[in-house]
């Protein structure tokens, strides 16, 4: 039974689980989906925070920091799909400019900064305090905003 | 400069933060695209946990957890974009079947069902022990496949 629910989720997940071993992708494709996805839930989350900073919703002590709490561990997971060869070459279906990879270095670095400024801002949430939260809602932004300025296709 | 950041951050995520009040997504497709990215990382980190359980990568039991916390995270969020309206109008598009919102109770049953073997899968991972994550392993699959089977365009 449980050998056929492992077959059932390979079915299920197959993009996913039929990894070569050693490797995170099966495809080129599959590396880009993924960064896009985890960078969809770290904006979504982030975003739910931007909401109480700019008083569009009420500050509620504990979804501010269950939301930092998922932007935290959505930081550190894009970056392992950003392997070589996945630069976009069409606008529409992404933005990931070569220097990523001519420049990996600063990108890395970019990368580093946008963590260590997540991680502010969720210690800003472990505060329960609104003003806290503001002041490093806005760290996490400028590294959002210099690795897009840089990284994306515009 | 703070206000200035925040700004840039909405540039940024637009999407996301420019949210009306008490709502989390602006349009129905920023709520199919955000369960859709959800499920993605879901699935990527379940699939390397399931890489482990078949024995294509050698067990890492950091890393197995370190796969299993984030599958935890992730199995609480894509049923938020689940909202109403959003059935899949265009299978290569997406799959949700439109029974997800006429047999709610039973889709959120479901749903919980996934995350209490994701728990245990967490708590397996938690072991250290390569045979209690392939128990549990099997157990999440077969929620995984339970409801795609049910609720999703085949």
């Known amino acids: 039974m449980k050998s056929r629910s492992i077959l059932a989720v390979l079915a ?3 993009a996913a689980v039929s990894l070569p071993a050693a490797a995170q992708f099966q495809k080129p494709e599959d590396a880009v989906k993924y960064r896009q ?4 839930v770290m904006a ?10 700019q008083g569009r919703v009420p500050y509620d002590a504990a979804v501010a920091l269950a939301n930092a709490e998922v932007v935290s561990t959505m930081s ?3 970056f392992a799909g950003f392997v070589e060869g996945t630069a976009s070459t069409d606008k529409s279906k992404g933005k990931a400019k070569a220097n ?3 420049d990996r270095a600063k990108f890395d670095a970019s990368a580093q900064k946008m963590q260590e ?3 502010k801002l969720l210690a800003a949430a472990r505060t329960n305090n609104l003003d806290n939260i503001k002041a490093a809602f806005g760290g996490v932004g400028q590294t959002c905003k210099g690795c897009h300025d840089e990284f994306w296709i515009q």
């Open 12 to 14: 299920v997940t197959a």
């Open 100 to 102: 990523i990879w001519t």
């Open 76 to 78: 550190r997971l894009p």
């Open 37 to 40: 996805s985890a960078m969809t």
């Open 44 to 53: 979504n989350h982030f975003g739910r925070i931007g909401a109480m900073v």
């Open 117 to 119: 400024e997540v991680a």
